[in-house]
């Protein structure tokens, strides 16, 4: 299955795309990722990118592009892949299909600002470890102390309350018209996020016939 997953910040695709890679034995690839991965390996689109990363300027849809053709040559990907984090834009879709890319299912986790707002604002992460806690559906047995390595907890920037909502207003002026773009080709399947991991799993299993 060849799929993109699309969802504000916060939405949880990250996590459901981690389990539909387990289930159906097939690569998550994330655009963060292989940008770094191409940077590391030293490719012609990963020099690019690195030369644009270390000028302080955005990598070039272009360059992003060419790295992800790169990626999906690779023989992990014949019987499938997910998008996650790309495409982004329309005119990254659009080039995604001058590829010749022909993706099976855009599937779409619907959740609401207000909910997104609520999740990411109470995260909490352990700077020593890595855990992460929430105030309200993960509390740490001691308020604001890490129970694995009793370091202190704190906010990441990205959740903080006036990120978060700019990370939204982004998502909604440049990604979401994604929605309307692959309504079009009849391949958007749209799941309402659920408060459990396992509800949402299991709505987007039978969205996808899995």
Same mark, same amino acid.
């Given at each position: 299955? /060849?799929l993109?997953?699309?969802?504000?910040?916060?939405? $949880? /695709?990250g996590?459901?795309?981690?389990?539909?890679?387990?289930?159906? !034995?097939i690569p998550?690839?994330s *655009?963060?990722?292989?940008?770094r991965?191409?940077? /590391?390996?030293?490719?012609?689109?990963?020099?690019? =990118? /690195?030369?644009?990363?270390?000028?302080? #300027?955005?990598? !070039?849809?272009?360059?992003?592009? +060419?790295?992800?053709?790169?990626?999906?040559?690779?023989d992990?990907?014949?019987?499938?892949f997910?998008?996650? $984090?790309?495409?982004?834009?329309?005119?990254?879709?659009e080039? &995604?299909?001058? &590829? +010749?890319?022909?993706?099976?299912?855009?599937?779409?986790?619907?959740?609401?600002?207000?909910?997104?707002? =609520?999740?990411?604002?109470?995260?909490r992460?352990?700077? =020593?470890?890595?855990?992460? @806690?929430?105030?309200e559906?993960?509390?740490?047995?001691k308020d $604001?102390?890490?129970?694995?390595?009793?370091?202190?907890?704190? #906010?990441?920037?990205d959740?903080?309350?006036? *990120?978060?909502?700019?990370?939204?207003a982004? @998502?909604?002026? #440049?990604?979401?018209p994604?929605?309307?773009? @692959?309504?079009? *080709?009849g391949k958007?399947? !749209?799941?309402?996020? #659920?408060e459990?991991?396992?509800?949402t799993t299991?709505?987007?299993?039978e969205?996808? $016939?899995?």
């Open positions: 299955m /060849k993109i997953l699309l969802g504000a910040p916060g939405a $949880g /695709k996590t459901q795309a981690e389990i539909i890679c387990e289930k159906l !034995s998550t690839i *655009t963060g990722n292989i940008i991965e191409a940077m /590391k390996n030293g490719t012609e689109m990963g020099l690019k =990118a /690195k030369a644009a990363v270390e000028a302080g #300027q955005l990598v !070039s849809d272009d360059v992003v592009i +060419g790295i992800i053709k790169e990626r999906l040559a690779k992990d990907c014949n019987n499938g997910i998008l996650d $984090g790309f495409p982004r834009t329309i005119p990254q879709a080039a &995604l299909d001058s &590829l +010749g890319v022909e993706i099976d299912c855009v599937l779409d986790i619907d959740v609401k600002d207000e909910a997104i707002a =609520a999740r990411l604002g109470g995260r992460v352990c700077p =020593a470890c890595g855990a992460s @806690y929430h105030l559906y993960k509390k740490p047995a $604001g102390i890490c129970n694995l390595c009793g370091a202190e907890l704190i #906010q990441r920037k959740d903080a309350p006036e *990120t978060v909502l700019e990370r939204l982004i @998502y909604h002026e #440049q990604t979401e994604l929605k309307n773009y @692959y309504s079009k *080709t958007l399947k !749209s799941v309402p996020g #659920q459990e991991v396992a509800d299991k709505l987007v299993f969205a996808l $016939g899995i």
